[in-house]
C-alpha cells in the first residue's frame, strides 16, 4: 500500500509543478503581448525573492526596492531573450545580482589595494547560531559597499574570487582583501552583538 501512496504523492507534486510551470508561461507569454495585469502578477510573483538577493546588496530596505524595480525593468525588457521557462526564476535571479553589481560599480571608489595572502579570521559557528537571520543581513548591510558585494557573492552566491574579480572590474587580489575586510568587519560586530 506505501508503493502507490508514494505515486500518488509524486504524482500531485509533479501535477502541481506543470500547474506552476503552465500559469507560468501564460503570464509570460501575456507580457510579452504587453499586458500590464500579466506584468502585475509576474511582479507580485518574484518580488520577495529578487527583494532578498537585493538586501544582500544594498545598504537599505529602500535601495533595495529601488534595485529590485531596475531588475524587473530589465527583465521586462528581456523577457523575449528567456527561452526555457523552467530556468526563468534563474534568469530573473542573475538579472537582480547584475544589477547590483552595477550599482556598487557606478558607487566604488576607484582603489588599487591588493592583498594576496589576506589572513582570514575565523567567526565561531556558536556565536552565529545565535544570530538570527535577519539581524545577520542587518550586520552585513553595515559594510562597506564593494566588501558586502564580494562577501555577498563569495559566501553566499558561491563565486570564486577569480569571477568576482572579473564581475566587479578589480584584482583577485583586492576581490580577497575585500572578503577579509568583510570578515573581519563581521567579526567585530559579532563581538559588539554578543556583549
Request: net charge neutral.
Amino acid at each position: 500500500m506505501a508503493p502507490n501512496h508514494v505515486r500518488l504523492t509524486l504524482t500531485s507534486v509533479e501535477a502541481e509543478q506543470n500547474t506552476e510551470r503552465t500559469e507560468l508561461e501564460a503570464i509570460v507569454a501575456a507580457c510579452l503581448q504587453g499586458e500590464r495585469q500579466a506584468q502585475q502578477r509576474l511582479y507580485q510573483q518574484f518580488y520577495n525573492p529578487l527583494f532578498s538577493i537585493c538586501l544582500r546588496y544594498a545598504t537599505d530596505h529602500d535601495e533595495a526596492a529601488s534595485l529590485v524595480n531596475q531588475a524587473f525593468l530589465k527583465a521586462f525588457q528581456a523577457l523575449e531573450q528567456c527561452k526555457d521557462l523552467q530556468a526563468f526564476p534563474a534568469w530573473i535571479n542573475r538579472i537582480a545580482v547584475n544589477v547590483c553589481l552595477d550599482h556598487i560599480r557606478k558607487m566604488k571608489p576607484r582603489r588599487t589595494a591588493a592583498l594576496e595572502d589576506a589572513p582570514e579570521p575565523a567567526i565561531p559557528s556558536s556565536a552565529l547560531d545565535k544570530i538570527a537571520a535577519e539581524d545577520l543581513l542587518k550586520m552585513v548591510q553595515q559594510l562597506p559597499p564593494a566588501s558586502r558585494a564580494v562577501f555577498s557573492l563569495y559566501v553566499v552566491e558561491g563565486y570564486k574570487h577569480e569571477e568576482i574579480a572579473q564581475q566587479l572590474g578589480m584584482s583577485v587580489g583586492t576581490s580577497r582583501w575585500h572578503l577579509s575586510v568583510a570578515k573581519k568587519e563581521l567579526k567585530r560586530i559579532l563581538q559588539n552583538y554578543q556583549s
